[in-house]
């Protein structure tokens, strides 16, 4: 019988957070935009007043990220960047609340019709990152250095809410600024990733 009880309670308490929170579960390709030149020539200088040799390493541009919100203001990111001697294994954390909502109405279409169907979203907000960084320092196939940045960065974004807001379209960027911790001493990690994908809301 406590059993029963417990099991009835359970539930009563999944259904009542699913009406509060929603969680949302999606994918987002990435696009870095940074001064690759930059930052491997402030590496390389650094390694030469250390004695060691310059590094080959290819600042990556492209990757992925799967997410998961648990709320429409808070969300975290898996994300994964490559380039032919660099990989990045990420992790990212982001509260951006709701700063315009538009609601898009007067189209004839069944969808558009009900005024909480589609609605365009505009947020800024705030978050950190962490990322690590697989390294093949001297193109030998092989990793043979992990870095380790972290800091900073600010999501700036528009998101279309799509069927009541159980599907979302969205794209932002989030200029971010950190510490890059190397075999060298640290320096300023700055670069502007570009984020575009979907999410279903559940």
Known sequence: MKKKILLVL???????????HALGLGFQANFYLTDADGQSGQMNDKLQEEGMAASTEQYPVLGFSFLLSPSRQLNFAGSYYFS??????GLTADFCP?????????????????????????GVGIGG?????LIDSDNNDKFNRMDFTGGLRIPVGLS????????????????????????????MDWFFPVAVGARIWL
Do not use: D, K
């Not at 032919?84 to 294994?89: C, G, K, S």
């Not at 990152?129 to 960084?133: I, P, V």
């Not at 200029?175 to 001493?185: D, L, Q, T």
């Open 98 to 122: 709701e700063a315009f909502n538009f609601r898009l109405v007067g189209s004839r279409m069944t969808l558009l019709s009900n005024p909480r169907a589609w609605s365009l979203r505009f």
């Open 10 to 20: 359970a539930v009563f308490c999944v259904i009542a957070i699913s009406q509060v």
């Open 129 to 133: 990152y962490a990322n690590f960084w």
């Open 84 to 89: 032919e001697t660099t990989h990045i294994i």
């Open 160 to 187: 279309l809410n799509l069927a009541n807001g159980r599907f979302e379209v969205f794209g932002h960027v989030a200029p971010s600024i950190g510490v890059r911790v190397a075999e060298v001493s640290p320096f």
